[in-house]
């Protein structure tokens, strides 16, 4: 697979922020009488204010994100960077990568900081958009800003949402993690973390390459 960018999702792909974001929207359900396990589960790729709008749509829903959002900014115990995503952001080009988050601008810096990953000259995050994923602008923005055809960008998720994101803005999606397990036909490969994961400049672009067998079903 070779490509002109390289447009990562944040958590679950390069930082390892479940444990703080399921802390902290369960403490959010419990005092608002939503099931707590429903709103972790649909939090996937979900800007905050969408999850929002979806469980309790009578409540004020920019407020409710403003006191999540502030607790995710001081939060930042118990973060790593998940195994591969120093070498894989190493080898790229500072001009060929960019991060495309759920979470604000604010949170996006403070976990990559946190974590010791450096910041992407291109970030685009939840107050960037009109419309979250799995909607496609915010993957198209990046783009965008880089200066790359979205055909010859590749996305790196561990959300369906943001897998049918990146599918709307007509891009290759590399998957991370047991979400795809029944999906396949969202991504171009499958693998468990970036540590499988490795990209090579040629005169072509950026190289990206998964181990044998990581391709999606029927490819």
């Not at 905050?48 to 407020?63: V, Y």
């Not at 970030?123 to 909607?135: H, Q």
């Not at 993690?177 to 950026?206: C, K, M, N, W, Y």
Request: charged share 25%; net charge negative; hydrophobic share 50%.
């Amino acid at each position: 697979m070779t490509y002109e960018a390289v447009l990562f999702d944040l958590d679950g792909v390069l930082v390892d922020s479940l444990g703080v974001i399921e802390r902290i929207l369960r403490d959010w359900a419990a005092a608002h009488g939503v099931d707590g396990d429903r709103a972790v589960a649909l939090s996937y790729g979900r800007r905050d204010i969408d999850l929002i709008r979806i469980l309790t749509p009578h409540l004020d829903a920019e407020a409710e994100t403003a006191e999540i959002v502030a607790r995710e900014e001081r939060e930042t115990t118990g973060l790593r960077a998940l195994p591969g995503a120093d070498v894989l952001l190493a080898s790229l080009h500072p001009e060929a990568w960019a991060v495309v988050t759920s979470g604000t601008r604010a949170v996006a810096t403070a976990r990559l900081a946190a974590v010791s990953l450096p910041s992407p000259k291109v970030l685009v995050a939840a107050e960037d958009v009109s419309a979250g994923k799995p909607d496609p602008a915010g993957y198209l923005r990046a783009a965008r800003l880089l200066g790359r055809s979205p055909a010859r960008c590749l996305v790196v998720e561990d959300a369906v949402a943001g897998a049918e994101a990146a599918h709307a803005a007509g891009m290759d999606c590399l998957g991370i993690g047991s979400a795809f397990d029944d999906r396949r036909d969202l991504v171009i490969a499958h693998v468990p973390s970036l540590a499988q994961v490795h990209a090579i400049a040629t005169a072509e672009g950026i190289a990206v390459t998964t181990p044998r067998g990581a391709g999606r079903a029927g490819a």
